[in-house]
């Protein structure tokens, strides 16, 4: 016979019933024993817990681990939570999957926050790492702290902001893309963060690596590139390796399915045996194979199946969907349909879009749909637009796509790949430079997983390398050594006509490393261009930039010869229009000068460099505050050709003249020109040594220069403190001079320098 069971109500009470007459007999019997109020209360729960909690505790694991089974099994009962696109739930935005793992990181981002460091951190790593994800958790973890993600082409508005002290006591500022932000933009927002006495804020970029897009950043900014410098070292970045912690793949794929089975309301695949990995397999290949397996495709252990290939086929499922919803007719065949459904995505994510006009373009550029008409375009559009809803689209007219990036770059290059060479001429053809500089970047992140991208981008440079090196001007720090080479190489033998190529030289930044190539092709195409033969003042020009990128490539016989060449042109110009020609007469020869001591002929060098002083001191002495800080340049190279051609008496004199003369602008504007006193300063100081000068005045020029570099490094120390100790060297050997070996040791010492 079976357990004896109370009915109804009394089925109820009887448990709690029992339960308070235990309580009760214990409180009694301890109250009799002449307990404290305190020692009662105790007794009785201890009382109950030992009388019942075996039971209790039992019933209730009993209980909970029967819940999760009848959940689990109604999961099969129930129609999967499919969300409309497969591949939103592998967005970091949408946290499907928990964060774990990057603990050095988050202690190393934390204090940074917590101390008086600099401003500034980078994080860079390859697409699918992570780096959004950690962001976004660390930030989430931050208790009492604000924080601005700033959008796409605000970053000068923020910086604004920030200038103007409008910010929270402690404000964490994020800037996804960095690499891809507006150069002056960017450095504007390190400036202003950068900035002391603002209160605590911190800027954390996010990018794909480091290269010549960070450290020469300053350049966008040349007002205040001190700073930028300071802040755009390699100790402010971070390199995400692969692998987040020490869990094996398995164990990653595991979690993962785990989570996305949840959110589709299905069971994880039981004995799920993932394929072979290489420990450093990004987290998002090994996000996209556990989604995968959840939604029961097979990834094969033997490494052959592409995970983001097949995550791409479900998602077909979603776009014929959204094309029956907007009443858009895809071709009958599954097949077929598909195959347009990726090109279209893939142009897409490879071009993106502004406006229902470049939409429309991008459509036009699929071979199926280049003769369509409008009200088929127009289909289309309201189809793409359907599919990715940018952020704030309504207002911007942005389109947006696919993401996680990863996966967009592997659909760009595919729908690029099974396109023919006509076809893919007639997708770059007559493109704006925003998609053009779109289109590279894509493909030039695509390389880091599509080795084939490769072919892809030298068949987008051929189709107009004019129109395309103008993409490549504001990429090519992004990607070191990948398109200027290229581009040079095309421009040398490319069909185009000279404004063309003189519109395009003035955009190539100088001094580059990455597009020095670039601008020497075509200074070169400019100047063997029939309209600019004879002496006219745009040979002129070009025979000076020539020179220049010359000896930017190290070619420095070659510059000399035309930087002489330009020199005699313009004494030519010069001779029938003073006025006119002088200040480009001035500028040659103050650049032959620089010529002439590269080729170590140094007294004609000292003779080009007192004619570029006389001729810029008449061009002051007519308009002073225009010419002026050429004229502290002059002397001050001046200066420095007098010491190394032994004549330091003259070269003490023409120093000290440089001081004067950038005293005068520093007086004007500080921030400027401070770094100039404070070198003249220190050379004057040197010379004044060199000479056996007065060492009062050493002392004196030696004293202002420390003092100023101080200055410099307290705001910008890894700019300014080899300068600076520098010019403390020099103190401490006016000392030594000067009969005061104490004050000279209280300045090495000071300053960390090692007595020579």
Not at 160 to 180: F, N
Not at 728 to 756: C, F, M, N, S, W
């Amino acid at each position: 016979m079976g357990a004896r069971r109370w009915p109804g109500a009394v089925g109820r009470w009887v448990p709690a019933g029992l339960v308070v007459g235990v309580a009760g007999l214990a409180g009694w019997a301890l109250l009799a024993d002449a307990k404290t109020g305190w020692a009662v209360g105790t007794g009785v729960v201890a009382a109950v817990a030992g009388a019942f909690s075996p039971s209790v505790v039992d019933r209730w694991r009993a209980r909970r681990q029967d819940g999760i089974e009848r959940r689990r099994a109604l999961s099969d009962h129930l129609v999967a939570d499919l969300p409309a696109s497969v591949t939103w739930l592998l967005r970091a935005d949408q946290e499907v999957v928990a964060f774990f793992g990057r603990g050095w990181v988050l202690r190393q981002l934390s204090t940074w926050c917590d101390d008086d460091a600099d401003a500034v951190r980078l994080i860079t790593a390859p697409g699918g790492y992570g780096k959004t994800r950690l962001a976004r958790h660390f930030v989430a973890r931050l208790s009492g702290w604000g924080h601005w993600p700033v959008a796409v082409g605000s970053e000068s508005a923020v910086a604004a902001v920030v200038t103007a002290g409008e910010v929270p006591d402690r404000l964490v500022i994020t800037v996804d893309y960095a690499d891809s932000r507006p150069a002056a933009g960017l450095a504007q927002l390190l400036y202003a963060a950068g900035r002391p006495g603002r209160g605590r804020v911190r800027l954390l970029l996010l990018a794909r690596a480091a290269g010549p897009w960070w450290t020469d950043l300053s350049e966008a900014y040349p007002g205040q590139g001190a700073l930028v410098d300071a802040l755009t070292t390699d100790s402010h970045v971070i390199d995400l390796p692969a692998r987040a912690d020490e869990r094996p793949p398995q164990q990653i794929i595991d979690s993962a399915m785990t989570a996305f089975a949840q959110r589709l309301h299905r069971r994880p695949p039981a004995n799920y045996r993932p394929g072979r990995h290489d420990p450093d397999t990004t987290l998002l290949r090994l996000h996209t194979e556990a989604l995968l397996a959840v939604l029961g495709t097979p990834t094969g252990r033997d490494g052959t199946v592409n995970v983001l290939d097949e995550v791409l086929k479900h998602e077909c499922r979603y776009w014929r969907g959204r094309a029956r919803r907007v009443m858009l007719a895809l071709p009958d065949d599954p097949r077929r349909a598909d195959l347009l459904c990726r090109r279209l995505v893939g142009l897409a994510a490879l071009l993106g879009a502004d406006d229902d006009a470049e939409v429309a373009g991008i459509i036009r550029r699929v071979p199926d749909l280049a003769d369509a008409d409008r009200a088929t375009v127009d289909t289309y559009v309201a189809w793409l637009r359907t599919l990715y809803p940018a952020e704030g689209s309504e207002r911007t007219g942005r389109l947006g796509t696919l993401q996680p990036d990863l996966l967009a770059e592997y659909l760009a290059v595919d729908a690029l790949a099974g396109l023919t060479p006509q076809h893919r001429t007639a997708v770059f053809t007559g493109l704006a430079t925003a998609r053009a500089v779109r289109a590279l970047t894509v493909l030039g992140r695509a390389t880091a997983h599509r080795p084939d991208a490769q072919q892809l981008i030298d068949a987008a440079l051929a189709v107009d390398p004019v129109m395309m090196t103008g993409a490549v001007v504001e990429i090519a720090t992004r990607f070191p050594g990948m398109f200027a080479a290229r581009c040079a190489r095309l421009l040398a033998t490319a069909e185009t006509d000279l404004v063309r190529l003189i519109g395009l030289a003035e955009r190539v930044p100088h001094p580059s490393l990455e597009l020095g190539c670039v601008g020497l092709v075509l200074a070169g195409r400019i100047l063997d261009h029939p309209d600019l033969a004879g002496s006219s003042p745009d040979r002129g020009t070009w025979l000076t930039w020539y020179a220049v990128r010359l000896a930017e490539a190290g070619r420095r016989p070659e510059a000399l010869e035309a930087s002489a060449e330009a020199v005699t042109l313009r004494r030519e110009l010069a001779a029938g229009n003073r006025d006119a020609y002088l200040p480009d007469l001035a500028m040659s020869v103050n650049n032959h000068a620089v010529r002439l001591a590269e080729a170590g002929r140094r007294p004609e060098a000292l003779e080009a460099s007192a004619e570029a002083v006389t001729l810029r001191r008449e061009l002051a002495a007519g308009n002073r505050d225009a010419y002026l800080p050429d004229l502290a340049g002059s002397v001050n190279n001046h200066a420095v050709a007098l010491a190394e051609a032994g004549r330091r008496p003259e070269a003490l004199e023409a120093s000290a003249e440089a001081v004067t003369l950038y005293r005068e602008l520093a007086a004007g504007n500080r921030d400027a020109y401070l770094p100039n006193l404070a070198m003249s300063l220190w050379m004057t100081g040197r010379v004044c040594l060199e000479v056996s000068g007065p060492l009062d005045r050493a002392a004196a020029a030696s004293s202002e220069a420390v003092r100023l570099f101080v200055e410099l490094a307290a705001v910008e120390p890894d700019a300014f403190t080899g300068r600076l100790r520098a010019a403390a060297g020099v103190l401490a050997d006016v000392h030594d001079a000067r009969g005061a070996p104490e004050e000279a040791v209280e300045v090495r010492t000071r300053y960390g320098i090692e007595e020579q």
